[in-house]
């Protein structure tokens, strides 16, 4: 034990701005992750069993018309996967919550908007890491490019936009539900949005009630927008639109989530 | 001069539950202000609307002179927290912990390496500066926090049971570096179950019970009220209980307390070590077989009872941790 600290004098009134404040907290969200190497490994492992069990075990009684079942089928492994990736955001931030971290970042003098910005930055930087992840997978079992380079780099970035919307949409259920457990809870609701979709079989193999809400909703939209990105004119006639109604409407998803989600984690997290 | 909390009429409920009912405190710059006060008294919800974390339902707060609803901002820069919980990020070093802190109160980089080296130095961390937080026991975790509620050299302090969970030895350590805090010019308000911890940190002391102040004064004024010794024994037999009682009497302040269950007799006595002396010595001359005596500070419970003239409920809740809601 050390004797009397010299106070390091501080001018007063100083505090770290947006910018700053959000890089700060973003790179302990980062930290976190890349030093919890279960979290790495597991998420890695339980997406390629996953692939694996489509792939071989679902996939020979999967008809995709004229694509091949695997060219079919990673476009929405890679889109789902973004969601399961975000899903952990949502018990994140409930943790945070509850363990006082939060409160210690809402008793400094920044933008309280940095502790969400933060959050949702390094969030969508391991969605990078899951991408690759998950693409890397989709390689190894077969998928193959039957588009441009150019627009299997779209179709990365749009994920990317797709990803950060709906890590607003954990974030939010993150903020509500008051303990780890309900946030992973409430995050399961992803499950109908990820399962009743075109991500691993065609929509009209479904029911016609649920045709009506599997081919509108942002996964099916997504994974087709990847589908024809990927793979050029066979997607196209599958699926009976070009790339641009597809990526229009993904982006309109993602904007229309993040005009929902993002004020209500701002107004949730203001409120306290 | 403007005092560093000025609260009046605070009032703050959670649905039916109301956590600060009225509640009245000033603490002047200088000071160390100690709330105290059992659990479920609001003494977190005190130190959560001091931080602006929680707004007040009804009555005034000024931090600094800040009004916390309409000045939260200015607040901010003047307090630094450490919470009921510790709130350091496990996958991270001490020093990480503390830099990133220093960071977010404006630091440049160099200043923010230079008082986190500081304050790992002040509070004994040095040796473990560079290892992952979650490889720390829970004092040293404290510590951290502690650490960090300070790294951004704030006005006023606000500890919220910074003792609570730790072994003695860790707790005196601690109490030694908020003493340094203190010795170099930082207001501090702090909660604390504790009698003596109170008494050693504080130079005020507020005691609350549901949201309200029971009592106030310093350390001293406290103890003249309420803060006598007390000597415990614990006999034998049962039969030797009244006998032993009558024998207390002497060396006693008040009425001796027996307590049939425990085979227990309390009585409050002077301070000093004589009463003990003279209590073993009628004891001895009784000839009661006494199975252990003990003369300690009075409980928390006893100092309710002296200074309200009742005793505590049982407690409502244990220390378990609420949702931040
Ligand atoms: N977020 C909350 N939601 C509902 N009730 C709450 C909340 N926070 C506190 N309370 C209630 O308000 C009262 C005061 O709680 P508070 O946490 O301020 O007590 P405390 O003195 O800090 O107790 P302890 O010594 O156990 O930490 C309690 O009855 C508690 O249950
Ligand atoms: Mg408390």
Redesign the pocket.
Same mark, same amino acid.
């Given at each position: 034990m050390a004797s009397i600290p010299a106070p390091v004098p501080v001018p007063a009134g100083r505090s770290a701005g947006l910018a700053a404040s959000t890089v700060g907290i973003a790179r302990r969200g980062l930290l976190k992750f890349l030093r919890t190497p279960q979290l790495v490994v597991v998420g890695t492992i339980q997406s390629a069993l996953f692939l694996l069990i489509f792939r071989y075990v679902f996939g020979g009684a999967i008809g995709a018309g004229g694509l091949d079942y695997v060219d079919f089928l990673v476009p929405g492994f890679i889109t789902t996967g973004l969601l399961f990736a975000g899903m952990g955001a949502a018990a994140g931030v409930a943790e945070d919550l509850e363990q006082g971290f939060v409160d210690r970042l809402r008793s400094l003098p920044i933008p309280r908007s940095a502790v969400l910005a933060g959050r949702a930055m390094a969030d969508t930087a391991l969605l990078v890491w899951s991408l690759a992840i998950t693409s890397a997978v989709g390689f190894a079992v077969g998928f193959r490019l039957h588009g441009g380079l150019a627009d299997a780099l779209a179709a990365f970035g749009l994920l990317l936009v797709f990803g950060f919307a709906f890590e607003w949409m954990f974030i939010t259920l993150g903020l509500f539900a008051g303990t780890p457990q309900a946030a992973q809870g409430l995050a399961l609701m992803v499950f109908p949005l990820t399962f009743v979709s075109s991500a691993y079989v065609p929509v009209e193999s479904m029911p016609g009630w649920m045709q009506a809400f599997a081919e509108h909703q942002p996964v099916t939209v997504m994974v087709d927008a990847v589908r024809v990105l990927t793979q050029g004119p066979a997607a196209e006639a599958l699926l009976g639109h070009g790339a641009g109604f597809y990526v229009t409407r993904a982006l309109a998803w993602s904007a229309a989530i993040l005009a929902v989600f993002v004020p209500l984690a701002v107004a949730r997290y203001r409120r306290g | 001069m403007t005092p560093t909390i000025e609260a009046t009429g605070l009032r +703050?409920r959670? @649905?039916r !539950? *109301? #956590?600060?009912d009225g509640l009245d405190l000033v603490a002047e710059p200088g000071q160390v202000l100690a709330v105290l006060?059992?659990? @479920? #008294? @609001? +003494?977190? !919800?005190? *130190?959560?609307t001091v931080a602006t974390l929680l707004r007040p339902d009804a009555g005034e707060l000024a931090v600094a002179g800040h009004d916390v609803r309409r000045e939260p901002g200015a607040v901010r820069r003047v307090i630094g927290l450490a919470g $009921?919980y510790a709130a350091v990020e496990p996958a991270m070093t001490g020093r990480e912990n503390l830099h990133l802190v220093a960071r977010l109160f404006g630091q440049d980089g160099r200043t923010a390496r230079a008082s986190s080296a500081r304050v790992l130095d002040l509070l004994g961390l040095t040796g473990a500066a560079d290892r992952l937080a979650r490889t720390y026991s829970g004092g040293m975790r404290r510590k951290l926090d502690l650490g960090a509620s300070l790294v951004g050299a704030p006005r006023l302090l606000l500890l919220? &049971?910074p003792t609570?969970g730790l072994d003695p030895r860790s707790r005196i350590e601690l109490w030694d570096a908020i003493g340094a805090l203190v010795a170099a010019g930082t207001d501090v308000l702090l !909660?604390t $179950?504790y009698l003596d911890e109170a008494d050693h940190l504080a130079s005020r002391i507020v005691i609350?019970d549901h @949201?309200r102040v029971v009592a106030a004064g310093t350390p001293g004024e406290l103890k003249q009220r309420a803060g006598r010794n007390v000597i415990e024994v614990h006999t034998r037999d049962r039969a030797a209980l009244a006998r032993a009682a009558a024998g207390l009497a002497g060396p006693g302040q008040d009425q001796p307390q027996v307590e049939e269950a425990t085979r227990r007799v309390r009585v409050a006595v002077a301070a000093g070590t004589d009463p003990l002396r003279d209590a073993l010595g009628a004891l001895d001359a009784a000839g009661i077989a006494v199975e252990d005596i003990s003369l300690r500070p009075p409980t928390l419970d006893e100092v309710f009872l002296a200074l309200t003239g009742q005793g505590l409920e049982q =407690?409502? &809740?244990? %220390? %378990?941790g609420? =949702? #931040? %809601?």
């Open positions: - | +703050k959670f @649905g !539950t *109301v #956590a600060l006060g059992p659990n @479920g #008294a @609001g +003494k977190t !919800t005190f *130190v959560r $009921q919220d &049971e609570t !909660t $179950q609350i @949201g =407690p409502t &809740e244990t %220390a %378990a609420h =949702p #931040a %809601a």
